[in-house]
């Protein structure tokens, strides 16, 4: 126990937290270009908030939540997912207050109790946009753009948008009665959870993965086809957009979400090349959120995509990057004596922000020259009994393999003209 951690939980160590860094740094570019700014809300919140926000027929809230009680007697969970945290900090933070749409996206961990899996975690990561205040198609088309973009821009370009439109409140009734004729003679050759949702939340059925259950739906009556007109024409508006802006989707009338919160679009990315976990990203319109927590009716639609799952897509598709942990200097010093006016050496390049190292272990000369070079080091400063005395460094240039013996006090000076070559 000690020395392993929890069950469907992973280290990102330093051989691979650059490919983090490097797929941060995207998301932080892209969502710059589309005018989308950070927000950062606790890893754990108030139970009620995910019953309310995810709801309480879903496989999250009934299956996968991490939940305690703290010892103030709180109800406590780990945020499964944020968009109900997002909208929870909106309506606590005023945020309707200020220019609309507010247009926030965040990075973070999130925890479900799922069972793990390549691609499937229980503490996993999320990078995800929520756009609150704006009603019109043309939001629905910049947020999946904005994923198709970020994903394209890390070379990920053979990718599957799907899409569809749930209706919302006025047409979703009528739908689902109609599903609900349509399943009433197969109820019970369905699997336990879709005869629960039979009645409590039959579009559920249609997004069932058992294989029973995909060959009884087939035929079932599609949610676009029982649209009102103002949801009709919100999907219409919807693939204008996208294919204005040459962006190929395919209609899925099978992904759904059937809460009432959720409304008109629906979508998801796939990247086929991860096989059973190709779900990238999954987002849709929550125009009954904000009032469900609390706030005044207020439109809204966000995404969230997995970073575990494009790092493998990455990693599959070799498009990771080259990490470079090269450093500018390494200080070594040979002996004893010399430790502390290295140290001073390493103190005053740092202090110039120059990219410093220097031996903690008393390696030899030949070990130090080797170590360095694995950095790469740009230039080694090799300080011993002699150069100690003269109160000068033995400058050596890793490139060129040329050196030269430097007053420490020109030492700062030379090495940054150096790194400017
Ligand atoms: P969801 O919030 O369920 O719509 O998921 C959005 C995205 O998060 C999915 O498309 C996946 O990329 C990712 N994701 C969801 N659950 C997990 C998990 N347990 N482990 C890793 N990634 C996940």
């Given at each position: 126990m000690l020395t392993t951690g929890p069950r469907g939980t992973r280290d990102i160590l330093p051989d691979s937290s650059g490919y983090w860094q490097y797929v941060e740094n995207m998301i932080r570019e892209v969502c710059r270009n589309f005018a989308y700014q950070e927000i950062r809300t606790p890893i754990f919140e108030h139970t009620e908030l995910f019953l309310r926000g995810i709801g309480e027929t879903t496989d999250i809230v009934e299956k996968e939540m991490y939940t305690f009680t703290d010892r103030g007697k709180r109800n406590i969970t780990l945020r499964p997912e944020n968009t109900a945290a997002v909208v929870r900090s909106y309506l606590e933070n005023k945020?309707?207050?200020?220019?609309?749409?507010?247009k926030l996206f965040y990075i973070g961990p999130m925890f479900r109790y799922d069972r793990p899996q390549a691609g499937r975690y229980r503490q996993f990561h999320q990078f995800g946009v929520e756009a609150i205040g704006a009603q019109g198609p043309a939001i629905d088309a910049e947020i999946i753009s904005l994923a198709v973009e970020f994903l394209n821009r890390l070379g990920l370009n053979d990718l599957k948008l799907l899409i569809n439109s749930v209706g919302c409140p006025a047409c979703r009734p009528v739908y689902r009665t109609k599903l609900q004729e349509f399943f009433r003679d197969k109820v019970s050759q369905l699997c336990t959870d879709c005869q629960s949702r039979y009645?409590?939340?039959?579009?559920r059925i249609l997004d069932c993965k058992n294989e029973t259950c995909t060959e009884h739906s087939q035929g079932a009556p599609h949610m676009v086809d029982c649209l009102c007109d103002e949801c009709s024409s919100h999907f219409t508006g919807l693939k204008e957009h996208l294919t204005a802006a040459g962006i190929n989707f395919v209609i899925n009338?099978?992904?759904?979400?059937?809460?009432?919160?959720?409304?008109k679009t629906a979508f998801e990315i796939q990247y086929?090349?991860?096989?059973?976990?190709?779900?990238?990203c999954g987002g849709g319109r929550y125009d009954g959120l904000i009032a469900e927590c609390g706030g005044q009716p207020t439109p809204g639609i966000g995404f969230a995509i997995g970073i575990e799952r494009v790092l493998l897509a990455l990693e599959k598709q070799e498009l990771l990057p080259i990490i470079n942990n090269a450093i500018d200097v390494f200080v070594a010093p040979l002996g004893a004596e010399t430790q502390a006016a290295a140290f001073q050496i390493l103190t005053e390049l740092r202090r110039a922000n120059i990219a410093v190292d220097m031996d903690?272990?008393?390696?030899?000369l030949k070990a130090q020259m080797k170590y360095a070079n694995k950095y790469p080091a740009k230039f080694v400063a090799l300080i011993g009994q002699d150069e100690l005395a003269q109160n000068k460094v033995m400058l050596k240039n890793m490139e060129t393999g040329s050196q030269e013996l430097v007053e420490r006090a020109e030492l700062v000076h030379m090495i940054i003209e150096g790194m400017e070559k």
């Amino acid at each position: 126990m000690l020395t392993t951690g929890p069950r469907g939980t992973r280290d990102i160590l330093p051989d691979s937290s650059g490919y983090w860094q490097y797929v941060e740094n995207m998301i932080r570019e892209v969502c710059r270009n589309f005018a989308y700014q950070e927000i950062r809300t606790p890893i754990f919140e108030h139970t009620e908030l995910f019953l309310r926000g995810i709801g309480e027929t879903t496989d999250i809230v009934e299956k996968e939540m991490y939940t305690f009680t703290d010892r103030g007697k709180r109800n406590i969970t780990l945020r499964p997912e944020n968009t109900a945290a997002v909208v929870r900090s909106y309506l606590e933070n005023k945020l309707y207050a200020g220019p609309q749409p507010t247009k926030l996206f965040y990075i973070g961990p999130m925890f479900r109790y799922d069972r793990p899996q390549a691609g499937r975690y229980r503490q996993f990561h999320q990078f995800g946009v929520e756009a609150i205040g704006a009603q019109g198609p043309a939001i629905d088309a910049e947020i999946i753009s904005l994923a198709v973009e970020f994903l394209n821009r890390l070379g990920l370009n053979d990718l599957k948008l799907l899409i569809n439109s749930v209706g919302c409140p006025a047409c979703r009734p009528v739908y689902r009665t109609k599903l609900q004729e349509f399943f009433r003679d197969k109820v019970s050759q369905l699997c336990t959870d879709c005869q629960s949702r039979y009645d409590r939340n039959p579009m559920r059925i249609l997004d069932c993965k058992n294989e029973t259950c995909t060959e009884h739906s087939q035929g079932a009556p599609h949610m676009v086809d029982c649209l009102c007109d103002e949801c009709s024409s919100h999907f219409t508006g919807l693939k204008e957009h996208l294919t204005a802006a040459g962006i190929n989707f395919v209609i899925n009338p099978r992904l759904v979400r059937g809460l009432d919160y959720y409304t008109k679009t629906a979508f998801e990315i796939q990247y086929s090349p991860l096989g059973a976990q190709s779900a990238v990203c999954g987002g849709g319109r929550y125009d009954g959120l904000i009032a469900e927590c609390g706030g005044q009716p207020t439109p809204g639609i966000g995404f969230a995509i997995g970073i575990e799952r494009v790092l493998l897509a990455l990693e599959k598709q070799e498009l990771l990057p080259i990490i470079n942990n090269a450093i500018d200097v390494f200080v070594a010093p040979l002996g004893a004596e010399t430790q502390a006016a290295a140290f001073q050496i390493l103190t005053e390049l740092r202090r110039a922000n120059i990219a410093v190292d220097m031996d903690f272990i008393n390696r030899s000369l030949k070990a130090q020259m080797k170590y360095a070079n694995k950095y790469p080091a740009k230039f080694v400063a090799l300080i011993g009994q002699d150069e100690l005395a003269q109160n000068k460094v033995m400058l050596k240039n890793m490139e060129t393999g040329s050196q030269e013996l430097v007053e420490r006090a020109e030492l700062v000076h030379m090495i940054i003209e150096g790194m400017e070559k």
